[in-house]
């Protein structure tokens, strides 16, 4: 279906924690619910529906937001229809745990190993609650607890903390949270003015996308449209290996720092490779003007950042790659959880510490799964099929091409760094759509 250009974002629709960037510094919370009952399921979101804030009611200012996402199993047990739950994408019905081989979950990745209960059809309702200090995000998440009260059929089974560090970098010790797409209609600005902004149907249901169409979405209408998916992964980080594995390799601590750097494809400080290839430049990392402006195209043998570097893979922007670089965007949320292990120490001290990777976008095929499944696990779009992902791929033995002058450097026998406990797809709907669940008679 061809789409009308001149249709506006509904703002006042659309979840504000789908498309505001997150507060930094922040502290937040994860909960997941699991819906005995449908008519305490609908009643839990009739009570917190007046809690959400839309992304035009949110206020930069005070940028404290609470959401709510739905799984499939969670929509099916709030009572949707079954003519409604099959306008659903296969993947999401299928759900995370089902979608393993794709993905990549394999080995210790896999379902099975995963953190109880996620990967399980208990998994229904999300919560998520994101603030600049935990003040605030007692007095929002407060009524998401106060929404829960006398509420038998609503029981929380998982929760997670998340914060961010004293220094904001993230477990491995990058700055993080950097680039983001513009999204056309939103006014929220991306971070690289080189970037065209995305077609606000590559995030939002109900509008024109990349492909210039109107993407299916789920019927009836009002549950569909202004709606979008999210992806929550709880990325455990083994932060001592990646400390062992770069001082095993390097001669000196600038090597370190520099093999760090091309790994990821930034210094720690957030400097970009592109525009400081040979040292840190933390006054650069620090500037949000200028640490994401920036494109490959006079770097096209990945000398200055390799183009296996994280980074690169994830947005190869102008690279000569195979496939559709903007067919394949996504807004990203992580959030740290767990304590940092403290510097200098490269021994593994048995705590759980890692990023809660959150991907929100309209089409989970072409968005996530594909880019977790070509450019994370696999190399052939960049012409090295035998390598995947340096920083967050996970399993041992990988390899990793650094281009260099007068010789390549080339990484052998990287150990996992990321361990993936476990996960799910949701559905985030507007807020219209939540009035239409909470207002079921099924
Ligand atoms: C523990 C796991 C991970 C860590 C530590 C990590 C770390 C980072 C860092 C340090 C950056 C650069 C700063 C920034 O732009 O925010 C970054 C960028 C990015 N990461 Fe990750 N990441 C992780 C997992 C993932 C996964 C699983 C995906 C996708 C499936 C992903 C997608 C991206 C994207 C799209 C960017 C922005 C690229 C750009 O536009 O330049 N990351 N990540």
Same mark, same amino acid.
């Given at each position: 279906?061809? !789409?009308?250009?001149?249709?506006? =974002?509904? =703002?006042?629709?659309?979840?504000?924690?789908?498309?505001?960037?997150?507060?930094?510094?922040?502290?937040?919370?994860?909960?997941?619910l699991?819906l005995?009952?449908?008519?305490?399921?609908?009643e839990l979101?009739?009570?917190l529906?007046p809690?959400?804030?839309?992304?035009?009611?949110?206020?930069?200012?005070? $940028?404290v937001?609470?959401?709510v996402?739905l799984s499939?199993?969670?929509?099916?047990a709030?009572g949707?229809?079954?003519?409604?739950?099959?306008?659903f994408?296969?993947?999401?019905?299928?759900?995370?745990?089902?979608?393993a081989?794709?993905?990549?979950d394999?080995?210790?990745?896999? $379902?099975?190993?995963?953190?109880?209960?996620?990967?399980s059809?208990?998994v229904?309702?999300?919560?998520a609650g994101?603030?600049?200090?935990?003040?605030?995000l007692?007095?929002?998440?407060?009524?998401?607890?106060?929404?829960?009260?006398d509420?038998?059929?609503?029981v929380p089974?998982?929760?997670?903390?998340?914060?961010?560090?004293?220094?904001l970098?993230?477990m491995?010790?990058?700055?993080?949270? #950097?680039?983001?797409?513009?999204?056309e209609?939103?006014g #929220?600005p991306?971070?690289n +003015?080189?970037?065209?902004?995305?077609?606000?149907?590559?995030?939002?249901?109900?509008?024109?996308?990349?492909?210039y169409n109107? $993407?299916p979405i789920?019927?009836?209408? /009002?549950?569909?449209?202004?709606?979008?998916?999210?992806? *929550?992964r709880?990325?455990?980080t083994r932060? !001592?290996?990646?400390?062992?594995?770069?001082?095993?390799?390097?001669k000196?601590?600038?090597?370190?720092?520099w093999l760090?750097?091309?790994?990821?494809?930034r210094?720690?400080s957030?400097?970009p490779?592109?525009?400081t290839?040979?040292?840190?430049?933390?006054?650069?990392?620090?500037?949000p003007k200028?640490?994401n402006?920036?494109?490959?195209g006079d770097?096209q043998?990945?000398?200055?950042?390799?183009f296996?570097?994280?980074?690169?893979r994830?947005?190869?922007?102008d690279?000569?790659v195979?496939?559709?670089?903007r067919?394949?965007?996504? #807004?990203?949320?992580?959030?740290n959880y767990?304590q940092? =292990?403290?510097?200098? /120490?490269?021994e593994?001290?048995?705590?759980?510490?890692?990023?809660?990777?959150? *991907?929100?976008g309209a089409?989970l095929d072409r968005?996530?799964?594909?880019?977790?499944r070509e450019w994370?696990?696999?190399?052939?779009?960049i012409?090295?099929?035998?390598?995947?992902d340096?920083l967050?791929?996970?399993?041992?033995?990988?390899e990793?091409?650094?281009?260099n002058? +007068? #010789?390549r450097r080339?990484?052998?026998g990287?150990?996992a760094? /990321?361990v993936?406990r476990?996960?799910e797809?949701?559905?985030?709907?507007?807020?219209r759509?939540l009035?239409?669940? !909470?207002d079921?008679?099924?």
């Open positions: 279906m061809t !789409a009308n250009p001149t249709v506006a =974002l509904e =703002l006042d629709d659309i979840q504000a924690g789908a498309l505001q960037p997150r507060p930094v510094p922040y502290t937040g919370v994860y909960q997941i699991r005995d009952d449908r008519h305490a399921g609908r979101l009739r009570r529906i809690y959400l804030n839309s992304v035009a009611s949110f206020d930069p200012k005070v $940028p937001s609470l959401a996402g499939f199993q969670g929509l099916k709030l949707v229809p079954e003519e409604s739950l099959a306008t994408p296969p993947e999401f019905q299928q759900g995370m745990a089902a979608r081989a794709e993905l990549g394999v080995g210790e990745n896999a $379902p099975e190993h995963w953190e109880k209960p996620l990967g059809k208990d229904h309702l999300v919560v994101l603030a600049p200090d935990a003040v605030l007692e007095a929002a998440f407060r009524y998401a607890l106060e929404a829960l009260r509420l038998s059929g609503v089974i998982w929760q997670l903390e998340v914060q961010s560090a004293a220094d970098r993230n491995f010790g990058f700055a993080d949270g #950097i680039s983001h797409p513009a999204v209609g939103t #929220i991306g971070t +003015p080189y970037e065209v902004p995305l077609k606000a149907g590559e995030f939002v249901l109900g509008y024109e996308d990349e492909t109107l $993407p789920p019927q009836p209408e /009002v549950l569909g449209r202004n709606g979008t998916y999210a992806v *929550f709880k990325l455990h932060v !001592a290996a990646f400390r062992q594995y770069l001082r095993q390799c390097a000196d601590r600038a090597e370190e720092e760090a750097a091309k790994i990821v494809g210094w720690r957030g400097a490779l592109a525009l290839p040979d040292k840190d430049d933390p006054e650069l990392g620090a500037d200028h640490n402006a920036f494109m490959f770097d043998r990945g000398l200055k950042c390799p296996g570097a994280h980074v690169r994830m947005n190869p922007r690279s000569v195979i496939g559709a670089v067919l394949h965007r996504m #807004i990203r949320r992580g959030t767990g940092p =292990l403290p510097p200098g /120490v490269l593994d001290d048995g705590a759980d510490r890692g990023l809660l990777f959150a *991907f929100v089409h968005q996530f799964e594909f880019i977790q994370v696990n696999d190399g052939k779009f012409g090295t099929p035998a390598e995947k340096p967050v791929s996970s399993s041992d033995g990988r990793f091409t650094i281009p002058q +007068p #010789i080339h990484l052998k990287l150990p760094f /990321v993936n476990g996960g797809y949701c559905f985030i709907p507007g807020l759509a009035r239409w669940l !909470a079921l008679d099924t």
